[in-house]
């Protein structure tokens, strides 16, 4: 696909914003960072709720099992994961620079093909339930992996287990900002390409007639399963890589906050329009300032605003920004907004 | 673990302990289920906002409670005002989601949901709570087995405002609506009934079960802002492992699901209740797609 010269501004710009943003407002660097990770979620989401219309409300189990094999590889690596996590709070890993990044590529290796697998394995005993029953069962998947780690002592169980600190002088968050922002960028190119290719297709005909995608030929469960771990892959990393920005892991606040994180995927890639390249993006930049402003402003009424959204975002904006701007310019849409895909597509 | 099933092999009485504490408890879960399958069966809507509404009720009972006004006299009391809540909520946003897809009421359910939970965090605080009943406990088998008094009348009144709902459905003139509207709602429409009333009729019926149920919960139990999200997911079993239309698989599944609970509980410890709700659901949709599976064939 050959690239506009407005198109290849406006990802130099978004790049550029992203690299200057931690040195322009050095103050917010962690909630900056927070949105690339949320941009990573709704990207991810939709994937399966936007393109492939299977909407999951569990796909933060893999966020939460990616955060948990990182740790647990970081931490064996070096010590024992039996006897750091009995001494939790009094044990302290200190290591070299080296040492650490070693630990936390291994992690996040490990946790990205960890969490695919998994992928695989769910995907076989999901991807058989159609519409309701699917979005209730993989929030069963997530909520139940957050009980039972909880009552895993090897782990840390409820209590959660720390993770080693970012060695040397510096405090780390300009390092996970700049990985958080790589990861983002990683899925953006990815996902972009992807939908280049005939598997955007595929899982759109899923999307709009699955028995007739079916009678056509296409292998559906394969395709599913297929997004569905590449979702799992991106969302293991980030998982690994937030618990080293928090530096403590726990299940149901951090690795599986399934009401959180795991809705909120959902709400960003609706409020920017489902279905599109761009929308989730954008949705999930616009709902991280909103939110970000509800909970300084609004602190206690923060959820029942959020609660709110969801309900007018869901009954009476569905189709998003993007989505809505998609019926509003047609015409235009292809110029003004580099999203071609979307244009040719049409709202679904 | 294995200890405790032993204790359980050694002690008979135990067993019945924790059957009879299950099914008294299970009779209320099969009530708010039965609303579930109710405007999943009408109106084609998941209402993940379910548990919430229950525990709602269960609220409605507890200010009631501290004003001197006895649960069981609260009941009718809360049952009406989520009647007139139920109503509000599906003329505002129910209403508009109705003819949309599945997920679309799913997601609109689970805001209202987060907003009824939050919101009454923002009321009562995060604390446990009980309505008070001043109920006795019994004991039989020479104080082996104990009953309270509160779950043996919470599981009459459950009963009989099940026997109530059938006969409502079967006999009165908007039962028989909402019957003909869940068969065929087109043809409904043509036979002049007003299914936007049957279906505002239907939520708010829901939501004054809810009500009710809420009401024998936190009689019986404790009940918490954020413990809805639980009586939803254990709705979802119950309808999903009987199928809506099915009052009988209603019952017996809200019985069953109360005695898993109770038996899991003991066996496992308290910290996995809600792992086993859970863990139930997976199994039943597991169960369900094996089933499922004769009837359909996959390019594999």
Redesign the interface.
């Known amino acids: 696909m050959s690239m506009s010269f407005n198109k290849l501004l406006l990802h130099a710009g978004v790049l550029l914003v992203g690299v200057a943003a931690p040195f322009v407002f050095p103050a917010y660097t962690s909630q900056i960072a927070m949105m690339w990770l949320m941009v990573v979620f709704a990207m991810t989401w939709d994937l399966q709720g936007g393109q492939m219309g299977y909407?999951s409300l569990g796909n933060i189990f893999f966020f939460g099992i990616g955060m948990y094999i990182c740790t647990i590889v970081q931490i064996s690596m070096f010590v024992d994961l039996g006897d750091y996590t009995a001494h939790s709070g009094s044990a302290r890993l200190d290591l070299t620079l080296t040492q650490f990044l070693t630990g936390l590529g291994v992690g996040l290796i490990v946790a990205a093909i960890g969490a695919m697998l998994l992928a695989v394995v769910f995907g076989w005993?999901?991807f058989?339930?159609r519409?309701?029953?699917f979005?209730?069962?993989t929030l069963?998947?997530a909520?139940?992996a957050g009980?039972?780690i909880?009552?895993w002592d090897l782990v840390g169980g409820?209590g959660g287990i720390s993770l080693p600190p970012f060695p040397g002088e510096a405090d780390g968050t300009l390092f996970y900002y700049f990985m958080m922002l790589g990861l983002a960028i990683a899925t953006f190119l990815f996902l972009r390409w992807l939908y280049t290719t005939s598997f955007l297709l595929a899982i759109n005909a899923i999307r709009d007639d699955e028995e007739k995608a079916?009678g056509m030929?296409?292998?559906?469960?394969r395709y599913k399963t297929v997004s569905w771990s590449i979702s799992a892959f991106f969302l293991g990393i980030s998982g690994g890589l937030f618990g080293n920005m928090i530096g403590f892991v726990e299940p149901l606040e951090v690795a599986f906050p399934t009401?959180t994180f795991g809705?909120f995927m959902?709400l960003m890639a609706?409020l920017g329009g489902k279905g599109t390249l761009w929308g989730p993006i954008i949705g999930a930049i616009l709902f991280h300032v909103i939110k970000e402003v509800t909970w300084t402003y609004l602190l206690?009424?923060q959820?029942?605003t959020?609660?709110?959204?969801?309900?007018i975002?869901?009954?009476?904006f569905?189709q998003g920004i993007v989505g809505w701007m998609q019926d509003k310019w047609p015409e235009k849409f292809g110029i003004e907004v580099d999203d071609p895909d979307a244009a040719e597509k049409e709202t679904a | 673990m294995f200890d405790n099933i032993a204790l359980l092999g050694m002690a008979p009485l135990l067993n019945v302990q924790l059957l009879l504490d299950g099914l008294l408890i299970g009779a209320i879960f099969a009530l708010a289920a039965y609303g579930l399958a109710l405007v999943w069966g009408v109106m084609n809507v998941?209402n993940l906002a379910q548990g919430d509404f229950v525990i709602m009720g269960g609220y409605i009972a507890v200010v009631l409670a501290n004003n001197g006004i006895h649960p069981i006299l609260g009941l009718p009391l809360a049952a009406v005002v989520m009647f007139i809540f139920g109503w509000i909520m599906y003329r505002t946003?129910i209403r508009?989601?109705v003819e949309?897809d599945?997920?679309?009421s799913?997601?609109?359910t689970?805001?209202?949901?987060?907003?009824?939970a939050?919101?009454l965090?923002?009321a009562f605080g995060p604390d446990v709570q009980v309505a008070k009943s001043g109920f006795e406990t019994m004991s039989m088998f020479g104080g082996n087995v104990t009953i309270s008094q509160a779950k043996l009348i919470a599981f009459v009144l459950a009963a009989i405002l099940a026997t109530g709902l059938v006969l409502f459905m079967k006999n009165s003139r908007m039962g028989q609506a909402i019957r003909a509207t869940a068969q065929d709602a087109r043809a409904a429409k043509v036979m002049g009934i007003d299914t936007d009333r049957v279906y505002a009729f239907t939520f708010a019926l829901n939501a004054a079960i809810c009500g009710a149920a809420g009401v024998l919960i936190a009689m019986v139990w404790v009940i918490q802002p954020f413990f809805g999200?639980t009586h939803s997911?254990r709705s979802?079993v119950i309808v999903?492992a009987a199928g809506f239309g099915n009052l009988p698989g209603v019952i017996i599944a809200g019985l069953g699901l109360g005695g898993l609970e109770q038996f899991s509980g003991f066996i496992l410890?308290a910290?996995?209740q809600?792992?086993t709700v859970?863990?139930t659901?997976?199994a039943v949709?597991?169960w369900?797609?094996i089933q499922?599976?004769r009837h359909r064939q996959?390019?594999?």
């Open positions: 909407n005993i999901v058989g339930l519409g309701p029953y979005a209730i069962g069963g998947v909520i139940a009980e039972l909880g009552t409820g079916e030929g296409i292998q559906t469960k009401i809705i959902v609706l206690g009424w959820w029942v959020l609660g709110a959204l969801i309900v975002n869901v009954v009476f569905q | 998941k946003i508009r989601v949309r599945m997920f679309t799913l997601l609109a689970f805001g209202i949901a987060i907003v009824l939050q919101s965090n923002l999200i997911i979802f999903t410890g910290e996995f809600q792992a859970v863990g659901l997976i949709l597991l369900r797609q499922q599976r996959v390019v594999e």
